[in-house]
């Protein structure tokens, strides 16, 4: 297998441990105090399921014992694909202890993706749900990913296993359980949006992660006293980490499971238990907004509710903060690669209101650059890089995209057009990138059109973002028809048999006859791209 590192310089590597940022602390580390300082009390709560610290740590315990039973080894690479459910915990800590490393994955993931996060990270197992929330099997997923790709040793499921190995019966010899990993070894792989074709996987070091939340804890007055609900899928960088259910886990507080964000089910959970911290991506912030003012369910509880994966437009932050007057809203900026900005618990409402926040870090370096890579004036919109030290250095396997998104000394291109302000605050301006970012999911229009030409009717196809106020863009395929011409609804209905997330599949279609070039016949997809979101903004401005 190819190894997993991710090093920063060791004068960088110094700097951070002498601040204090890195405290040579890892996941089993932390998870294993907490049981022994808080043993009884509650760690994971959802519905009538309630883990202690202890209980936790015993299953964690139980887990890594049984995947070394079956065979798995320490270094192996695991997919999770999990939803809102204790067992998701269960796994991953089980990963952790056993130093193995665990590779998220999304609900919403289909073969595509699953396929291409086993061959890409070289995973021995897969771990799923026998089914997902909305019905979806994922064990006949399963059966297809394990035909198609050979190392893939194990399949463990949650649930009903049928042929498979039964999650609920994993244990072992757990005398036979390895010491904690190396603080500054890889702790797993997080998934990036992907700007060019499926997303790459983005190693995190137990050292980087943790001070980032364990910062965001201080940042957003996270304490054992604190109910986190995870609203999202929890396998998503925001609620993990932002502060997240790993910043309330590090806390010794309740981590409060929500199998959906909608109102109808989060608000009876947020009075039940007596939830004072969530996350949310802006349409759902919305409609939460749109719902609290009549809803019967006492959300006094409440204090902080982080909106993030997505830019909250000064309106939008203004209609949320309104209608939940006891709580504090906190716009959050960030990205799984790395660097966190957000508004502070004290900032005046204009900040709040109209920026997306500042840095976690003092050793947070930011750069805002022009095109051509140069300083853009304060207060000018530029491309954002940055480094620090929990921003990583580079993507595992995949030498393009590193050459691409990284400079010679180190910084990470964000893709992101931002302008600061003079206290230090970033506003976001959108993106430099051909991707579509759908309610805080990153969409690579190369990977869409990818799919789109494989339609027998589609002779060529260019996705766009457009503004909605909904979904903060959507996505819209121009398609150049080939013979007979394609009903929209058929072909969303056709992209949903290649097998790939529901999120991915265009919004929107509109036939074209041809794409405009120039007068030598040629035209970068990137400039194809442009031309073709504004003529459609300049249409629907006319309507």
């Keep these: 297998m190819l190894p997993l590192r991710q090093v920063w310089p060791d004068e960088f590597a110094a700097r951070y441990r002498a601040a204090g940022y890195w405290r040579g602390e890892t996941f089993p580390g932390f998870l294993r105090a907490r049981a022994a300082e808080r043993p009884d009390a509650p760690a994971i709560i959802a519905g009538d399921r309630r883990w202690t610290y202890a209980g936790l740590w015993a299953r964690a315990e139980a887990a890594a014992a049984g995947f070394l039973a079956i065979g798995l080894r320490p270094g192996d690479r695991v997919v999770v694909q999990l939803g809102n459910i204790p067992e998701f915990f269960a796994v991953v800590f089980g990963l952790f202890r056993a130093r193995m490393v665990p590779v998220y994955a999304l609900p919403g993931h289909r073969l595509t993706e699953i396929t291409h996060f086993l061959r890409k990270s070289e995973a021995a197992a897969y771990v799923c749900a026998d089914r997902g929330a909305d019905g979806f099997d994922y064990r006949v997923l399963a059966r297809q990913a394990r035909e198609s790709e050979a ?3 194990h399949v463990i499921v949650v649930g009903e296993a049928e042929e498979f190995t039964p999650f609920a019966g994993l244990d072992g010899d757990r005398g036979a359980l ?3 990993p190396d603080p500054s070894a890889v702790a797993f792989l997080q998934i990036s949006g992907g700007t060019t074709g499926l997303s790459k996987l983005i190693p995190r070091t137990h050292d980087d992660y943790i001070y980032s939340f364990r910062a965001s804890n201080e940042i957003c007055g996270v304490s054992p006293d604190s109910a986190f609900l995870v609203a999202l899928p929890a396998a998503h960088n925001f609620p993990m980490s932002s502060p997240g259910h790993m910043g309330a886990l590090y806390a010794g507080a309740r981590v409060v499971l929500s199998p959906s964000p909608s109102p109808d089910v989060a608000f009876p959970i947020i009075a039940r238990e007596g939830v004072t911290i969530t996350g949310l991506v802006p349409p759902l912030a919305l409609l939460w907004a749109q719902s609290a003012p009549a809803s019967k369910h006492d959300l006094s509880s409440l204090k902080v509710l982080l909106v993030g994966g997505a830019k909250l437009t000064p309106e939008a932050a203004r209609r949320v903060q309104d209608s939940l007057p006891a709580c504090r809203l906190q716009q959050v900026f960030g990205m799984a690669e790395g660097l966190v900005n957000y508004t502070r618990l004290d900032d005046p409402d204009p900040i709040v209101l109209e920026t997306q926040g500042r840095p976690i870090s003092p050793d947070d370096e930011v750069l805002i650059l022009d095109d051509l890579g140069n300083p853009v004036p304060e207060g000018e919109p530029g491309n954002l890089l940055t480094r620090g ?8 396997n995949d030498e393009t995209a590193n ?6 000394d180190g910084y990470y291109r964000t893709g992101d057009i931002v302008c600061r302000t003079p206290q230090g605050y970033l506003v976001v301006q959108g993106r430099a990138g051909d991707h579509i970012n759908r309610a805080g999911e990153k969409i690579s229009a190369e990977e ?3 799919h789109l030409l494989a339609h027998p009717n589609v002779f060529d196809a260019a ?3 457009v503004p909605d106020e909904y979904l903060g863009e959507r996505s819209c395929a121009f398609i150049i028809p080939r013979g007979e011409k394609p009903r929209a609804v058929a072909l969303k209905a056709w992209m949903r048999t290649r097998n790939i997330a529901e999120f991915k599949v265009p ?5 074209v006859e041809s794409f405009e070039t120039t007068a030598a016949g040629k035209i970068s997809r990137k400039e194809l791209r442009a031309r073709l979101r504004a003529r459609l903004l300049a249409e629907e401005a006319e309507r």
């Design 403 to 408: 050459a691409r998104s990284f400079t010679p």
């Design 151 to 153: 190392r893939l040793r």
């Design 507 to 511: 919004d929107q279609v509109v036939l």
């Design 178 to 180: 390895p010491g904690d």
């Design 463 to 465: 996705v766009v973002s």
């Design 448 to 450: 869409i059109e990818d």
């Design 389 to 396: 030290p929990y921003t990583i250095r580079a993507y595992h």
